[in-house]
């Protein structure tokens, strides 16, 4: 029998949270969506909403800083989790042709570099020889400041990009219009919203314009701006700033199990996989550092020799 | 090398394409939600509009916590502004401040994550005003002389009376907008409500539009 693939598993989870939030609504459980979740004091809140309102209102809320403080404890331990097993804008993304075209083209390498490996150790000749000397030729930019075959060892940077520009901009403006602008469009809220909006048209024949509208600017900012995750969304922004500081659920390579390591192949499965780009193996040198790890477990899920775990401790090293 | 070198280029440039562009989307939405945005009924405690507005993440948990429902979300017919807020909703029920539920605390004050619905210490029911119940006299039944006087028993606060000809009048100074007039009013059912569905005779508006 075949392991659930982990990007059905994540859709599953994503699933059940948005189910949890409408059974929520019916039953008036007050456990709220995303955007505050929990009872008392054992609830968070969304950290972008939180501080906007905050520079907004320009007051120090304790019921508030209590919350962001239990959202920063949680992001500090999982870092950007959130984004790949919570947030419901994947479950939309992931039928769009650009992640389809992904897929299939990880499954294609992933078969190649299986041959490539396999035909090697079996120790053939020329052809072999051939295709992977050429392989290296290809691949030696990405690997020039290490070398063949070792790990980057200096920690991952983190590098910022446009989504922290916008971050800049959320909380900027909340300060200067004195209010949270950013909640006006911020797609998982509006989802939230749609969904109520849906449940109360059939609960209470409700109509607005709303209806129309929301999944209008949901369509507008996930198909038109296929890239919100990866070039727009503050939220995510800001989880990447927090978990710069996290040590914990970062990937960690088995060397001895590394095609790269053990078998001097030139494997990049794992960073091909990723969706937040961030090479596992060479963090120093791809797009993201770790810090954007969303501990979506697609590098564990496609390495092909099993070689990637995410410890819940870092180990010795 | 050359291909990373390009590649890191273009993402420098569309880096500050796609972030300058968001914050001048962000920059402008704030601007334009200051035209457009008219007073609603707001839940206990978000009656200081300044107050509620610049600490309302449009989290919803008041709408959810209410044991009534007598809060719903404002849609974009009220203004861009409100949009994702709670509004408070009579036709699905009204405000007693929990009395019932909580014992005379209203669940939504307590269960905002930010504060924007916040209470002052001494808050009682006849003094925090949601808004006030006003009377479409044509609408009306009692206004027709039908003797309708239902909204007239429902008032928890002898806020509404009959005239000498048995007329339903609201007392401005007993009326918190609570809203249970505007829950019980019949004149939908009787078909005297020209109009939307929600209509009622007897509606509480907002303070400063009353």
Request: aromatic residues 6%.
């Amino acid at each position: 029998m075949r392991r659930m693939k982990v990007r059905n598993l994540r859709a599953l989870v994503a699933t059940f949270v948005v189910l949890a939030v409408a059974i929520g609504y019916v039953t008036v459980t007050g456990l709220g969506n995303v955007c505050a979740a929990g009872v008392g004091l054992v609830s968070s809140i969304c950290p972008v909403g939180a501080l906007s309102a905050l520079l907004a209102s320009k007051t120090l809320i304790p019921r508030t800083l209590v919350a962001l403080a239990v959202v920063a404890v949680l992001i500090l331990i999982f870092g950007r989790a959130f984004c790949a097993w919570i947030c419901p804008i994947p479950l939309v993304q992931r039928w769009l042709p650009d992640h389809r075209r992904r897929a299939q083209e990880l499954e294609v390498e992933t078969k190649s570099v299986i041959e490539t490996v396999s035909r090697s150790t079996s120790e053939d000749t020329d052809a072999d020889a051939r295709t992977g000397g050429k392989r290296i030729e290809d691949e030696k930019g990405s690997c020039a400041s290490c070398g063949e075959g070792t790990t980057c060892t200096a920690g991952a940077k983190m590098k910022l990009d446009s989504r922290h520009l916008i971050l800049g901009g959320t909380l900027l403006s909340a300060a200067v219009f004195g209010f949270p602008v950013f909640c006006l469009v911020c797609p998982i809220g509006l989802t939230f919203a749609t969904l109520l909006l849906v449940m109360r048209l059939f609960a209470f024949g409700e109509t607005t314009w709303t209806l129309l509208v929301f999944p209008v600017i949901l369509i507008l900012e996930l198909v038109v701006f296929r890239t919100w995750c990866r070039r727009i969304c503050p939220l995510g922004a800001l989880m990447s700033l927090i978990a710069g500081a996290s040590k914990t659920f970062r990937p960690h390579i088995d060397d001895e199990r590394c095609l790269v390591t053990s078998k001097g192949s030139l494997c990049r499965i794992c960073a091909k996989a990723c969706p937040e780009g961030i090479d596992v193996r060479h963090p120093d040198l791809s797009r993201h550092g770790v810090n954007e790890c969303s501990k979506c477990l697609e590098c564990v899920d496609a390495c092909p020799v099993h070689a990637i775990s995410l410890p819940p401790v870092p180990s010795r090293k | 090398m050359v291909d990373m070198e390009q590649t890191a280029h273009g993402m420098m440039r569309r880096t500050f394409v796609f972030g300058t562009a968001g914050c001048l989307v962000l920059f402008g939405m704030g601007g334009l939600a200051y035209m457009g945005s008219t007073e609603v009924c707001r839940p206990p405690g978000g009656q200081d509009d300044d107050h509620f507005t610049s600490l309302c993440i449009h989290c919803e948990k008041c709408r959810e916590i209410c044991p009534n429902s007598a809060i719903g979300t404002a849609h974009i017919e009220d203004g861009l502004l409100n949009v994702r807020t709670p509004k408070m909703a009579y036709s699905y029920g009204w405000c007693d401040f929990c009395e019932e539920a909580n014992a005379g605390v209203p669940l939504c004050e307590s269960a905002c994550p930010t504060t924007a619905l916040l209470l002052p210490e001494d808050a009682r029911p006849e003094t925090v005003i949601i808004g006030k119940a006003v009377i479409n006299r044509s609408w009306c039944l009692g206004w027709q002389l039908m003797g309708c006087r239902i909204c007239v028993d429902a008032c928890p606060y002898q806020a509404i009376e009959l005239d000498g000809d048995k007329r339903p009048m609201v007392k401005e100074d007993l009326c918190n907008g609570c809203g249970a007039c505007e829950n019980v009013c019949v004149s939908m059912e009787n078909g005297s409500v020209n109009g939307e569905e929600s209509g009622r005779a007897i509606v509480v508006e907002p303070l400063e539009s009353a």
